[in-house]
């Protein structure tokens, strides 16, 4: 059974940074595809960052150029590294593993999803 543990999240000032973490467990992180996506107050969840299987990365294009996504094979984790936060970056953030190796933005290609860790960004 796949579990998915997130935590990082907090409340920092716009222009700070954070880095989300995602601790994996009943999976082996490469073997498929892993997500980041985030969920703002009142809104649909949405896909943040792709890392397919071949380690090819994929942002939307709000966090181009300010998050990072990558993997640790040796402490099986998934993370996202956040800089030049916006007070729109605001949201629970949710780590997923895909149901294939290929990505996808539409979170019904995931399959395993954690409990969210939330991210407050103040003006």
């Known amino acids: 059974q796949v579990q998915l543990v997130e935590s990082g999240g907090g409340s920092v000032q716009a222009g700070g940074s954070l880095t989300l973490s995602c601790a994996v467990s009943?999976?082996?992180?490469?073997?498929?595809?892993m997500a980041w996506f985030r969920q703002p107050p009142g809104k649909e969840r949405e896909g943040v960052a792709l890392?397919?299987?071949?380690?090819?990365?994929a942002y939307a294009d709000s966090v181009k150029g300010r998050f990072s996504i990558s993997k640790d094979y040796a402490k099986n984790t998934l993370s996202l590294q956040m800089n030049s936060l916006k007070p729109e970056d605001t949201a629970m953030y949710y780590c997923?593993?895909?149901?294939?190796?290929?990505?996808?933005?539409?979170?019904?290609?995931?399959?395993?999803w954690g409990q969210g860790t939330q991210v407050t960004i103040s003006s």
């Open positions: 009943g999976y082996r992180v490469g073997s498929r595809c």
């Open positions: 890392l397919h299987i071949w380690d090819t990365t």
């Open positions: 997923a593993v895909g149901r294939t190796g290929g990505c996808s933005w539409s979170f019904d290609s995931y399959s395993d």
